[in-house]
T-cell receptor, first 114, second 110 residues
Framework: DVKVTQSSRYLVKRTGEKVFLECVQDMDHENMFWYRQDPGLGLRLIYFSYDVKMKEKGDIPEGYSVSREKKERFSLILESASTNQTSMYLC?????????????FGQGTRLTVV | GDSVTQMEGPVTLSEEAFLTINCTYTATGYPSLFWYVQYPGEGLQLLLKATKADDKGSNKGFEATYRKETTSFHLEKGSVQVSDSAVYFCAFGTASKLTFGTGTRLQVTL
């Protein structure tokens, strides 16, 4: 059974803290993605990576950075957490995109910044 | 720019009712089209997809047809069940990324 695993289901952090969200996939996928999900806004792409050590900005990268040192692991970093980053964060992976490539999602991390 | 528009929810139906969730897209080229479903407390999972015009995707009683002339991919099910209660996302895929709609919450009651 294919799997994308996010390290935490729920996190509570304080404003200004550095926050790491971890994601691991066991499907040997080239692509990995970080989305945030907010009511009424759907899924918005933060960053994606199409290879080890490669990264591309998505639609809302401000306030975030990413790291991909190994193919199976993709980390999202909030350098200095703010309350407007309270959200559900979803990690996904896929084979190299050809337009009809299915993405597989983790269960999500609900982050609350207080 | 590229975008997906789907009907706002929540949609509330009685069990065995007919379901339609509308989805239209704006994209350059000829994208593939997807419906993803998110059950409570879970991540998204692929429900069905269609890769070219007039293709029909189907799964678990749900269907959607890729209509290039109307740039639409409406989701339908003839008889919904309580277990279908979830959030449904329309999406399209190009060579560079997946673009999602805002999601439609479906609540099915007995």
């Amino acid at each position: 059974d294919v799997k994308v695993t996010q390290s935490s289901r729920y996190l509570v952090k304080r404003t200004g803290e550095k926050v790491f969200l971890e994601c691991v996939q066991d499907m040997d996928h080239e692509n990995m993605f970080w989305y945030r999900q907010d009511p009424g806004l759907g899924l918005r792409l933060i960053y994606f990576s199409y290879d080890v050590k490669m990264k591309e900005k998505g639609d809302i990268p401000e306030g975030y950075s990413v790291s991909r040192e190994k193919k199976e692991r993709f980390s999202l970093i909030l350098e200095s957490a703010s309350t407007n980053q309270t959200s559900m964060y979803l990690c996904a992976s896929s084979r190299r995109l050809t337009g009809n490539t299915e993405a597989f999602f983790g269960q999500g991390t609900r982050l609350t910044v207080v | 720019g590229d975008s997906v528009t789907q009907m706002e929810g929540p949609v509330t139906l009685s069990e065995e009712a007919f379901l339609t969730i509308n989805c239209t897209y704006t994209a350059t080229g000829y994208p593939s089209l997807f419906w993803y479903v998110q059950y409570p407390g879970e991540g998204l999972q692929l429900l069905l997809k269609a890769t070219k015009a007039d293709d029909k995707g189907s799964n678990k009683g749900f269907e959607a047809t890729y209509r290039k002339e109307t740039t639409s991919f409406h989701l339908e099910k003839g008889s919904v069940q309580v277990s279908d209660s979830a959030v449904y996302f329309c999406a399209f895929g190009t060579a560079s990324k997946l673009t999602f709609g805002t999601g439609t919450r479906l609540q099915v009651t007995l």
